[in-house]
């Protein structure tokens, strides 16, 4: 079994930061990609960054050059370094792990979720 915990998401006013971080445990044998994904009520979930096992990363247009996104695969963690926040950001934020188990087999697991609020 594996688990997903997420920290980092709060209120913020426009301009600001935030860092968002999400920690694996439980039965892992590798980890590939790492993502974030966020939600706004009503609407899909939308892939916000991804990052590869290798360290590639690719970020949605809207989050370029303001979002980082990293990993410390010691401590199987991802995060997502957010700045210039935007109204627009508000979100609830979702972490996504590919785990593979020692069979080959990649299995998706998913955080609980932290809402980002960006408001003055």
């Known amino acids: 079994q594996v688990q997903l915990v997420e920290s980092g998401g709060g209120l913020v006013q426009p301009g600001g930061s935030l860092r968002l971080s999400c920690a694996a445990s439980g039965s892992i044998y590798s980890i590939n990609n790492m993502a974030w994904y966020r939600q706004i009520p009503g609407k899909q979930r939308e892939l916000v960054a991804v990052?590869?096992?290798?360290?590639?990363?690719n970020y949605a247009d809207s989050v370029k050059d303001r979002f980082t996104i990293s990993r410390d695969n010691a401590k199987k963690t991802v995060y997502l370094q957010m700045s210039s926040l935007k109204p627009e950001d508000t979100a609830v934020y979702y972490c996504?792990?590919?785990?593979?188990?020692?069979?080959?087999?990649?299995?998706?697991?998913w955080g609980q979720g932290t809402q980002v609020t960006v408001s003055s």
């Open positions: 990052i590869t096992s290798g360290g590639s990363t």
């Open positions: 996504n792990v590919i785990i593979q188990a020692r069979t080959g087999s990649r299995y998706a697991y």
